[in-house]
């Protein structure tokens, strides 16, 4: 029987993943944590705690069907998360919180519609998500260009000079074309120089991909506050908005992540866009903290 000190909080969590972007998971419709940010950073350390890009929070709303709440690994809070907003969709499936297969889920960014794909088993493995319109007003990004929009604006880096467009999916995104494969690229430096670049008030997160075909794209990316992450959600989307915009690709397309594959639909009738990708869970747990 495992023994702790009674003065221990006992934290109840699930780990999950979607394409990779690994998250620590906490039913908050009773009751929430103390000094969240502090928890963010303590469970998400991968050699003292349980290790994941970050926690998310599951919470009763006025608005939707459930609230998100989600903090990154260095304990600051982010607006919105894709990858997560999947889970979230499985884990109340799978734990019983609804027996619907759409549900709306409200975010620092708005209210979001999640649509589950149970298979023939009924297990929820697949998940729709309606990201809602790109913004691009460069105010409200929000990113300092000099102009109404950033649209391949040359920036000079360490690497030499970069071509960035700025897209808000919900959070700052800098998406950059390069022609040479994104394994070979420095992202981890040059990721981490524009993440806190001063073009960006509230840093960004920075996208590096190489378009393969018309449908289909590589990407790698560094998050504002987790560094690299095997996948995320926002910034395939703004990604698949940069690309399109650009003339490069289809409106619909493949994005092939380090953890796997997004697929992307920016929809021209409602300007919308729709991503499908995976939700897994890992691992449920108990996490002690004095």
């Given amino acids: 029987m495992l023994q702790y000190d009674s003065f221990m909080e006992e934290i109840l969590f699930t780990k999950m993943h979607g394409a990779g972007n690994d998250y620590l998971y906490v039913n908050c419709m009773d009751s929430v944590?103390?000094?969240?940010?502090?928890?963010?950073?303590?469970?998400?350390?991968?050699?003292?705690g349980?290790?994941?890009?970050?926690?998310?929070?599951?919470?009763?709303?006025?608005v939707a069907d459930f609230r998100m709440r989600m903090f990154n690994a260095d304990g600051s809070e982010g607006r919105m998360c894709g990858n997560a907003s999947r889970c979230i969709a499985k884990y109340v499936h799978d734990y019983g919180l609804t027996d619907a297969t759409t549900v709306t889920l409200e975010t620092l960014s708005g209210v979001r519609t999640l649509v589950m794909h149970p298979d023939a088993d009924g297990d929820v493995g697949m998940v729709t998500v309606d990201m809602g319109?790109?913004?691009?007003e460069a105010a409200r990004v929000p990113v300092e260009c000099g102009s109404e929009r950033m649209l391949r604006k040359p920036?000079?880096?360490?690497?030499?000079?970069?071509?960035?467009?700025?897209v808000s999916m919900g959070n700052p995104h800098g998406v950059i074309f390069i022609d040479?494969?994104?394994?070979d690229f420095d992202v981890h430096g040059v990721g981490?120089?524009?993440?806190c670049h001063a073009m960006w008030p509230d840093r960004a997160n920075i996208e590096f991909a190489r378009v393969l075909s018309d449908t289909d794209i590589?990407?790698?990316v560094w998050e504002r506050g987790s560094g690299e992450t095997l996948a995320c959600g926002t910034g395939a989307c703004a990604t698949a908005v940069a690309a399109s915009l650009s003339g490069l690709t289809s409106r619909e397309v493949t994005l092939h992540l380090l953890g796997g594959d997004l697929k992307i639909r920016w929809d021209r009738s409602t300007d919308h866009v729709f991503m499908t990708g995976p939700a897994a869970?890992?691992?449920e747990g108990r996490y002690f903290r004095k």
């Avoid at 319109?133 to 691009?136: D, F, I, N, R, T």
């Avoid at 920036?155 to 700025?166: D, F």
């Avoid at 981490?192 to 993440?195: Q, V």
């Fill in 50 to 62: 349980v290790g994941a890009d970050g926690l998310i929070l599951i919470m009763p709303s006025d």
């Fill in 218 to 220: 590589e990407m790698r």
């Fill in 281 to 283: 869970t890992i691992m």
């Fill in 155 to 166: 920036v000079m880096t360490s690497a030499g000079e970069l071509e960035i467009t700025a």
């Fill in 33 to 48: 944590p103390s000094d969240i940010p502090q928890l963010a950073m303590d469970m998400s350390d991968r050699h003292k």
């Fill in 133 to 136: 319109a790109p913004v691009l």
């Fill in 192 to 195: 981490r120089e524009l993440e």
């Fill in 180 to 183: 040479t494969p994104v394994a």
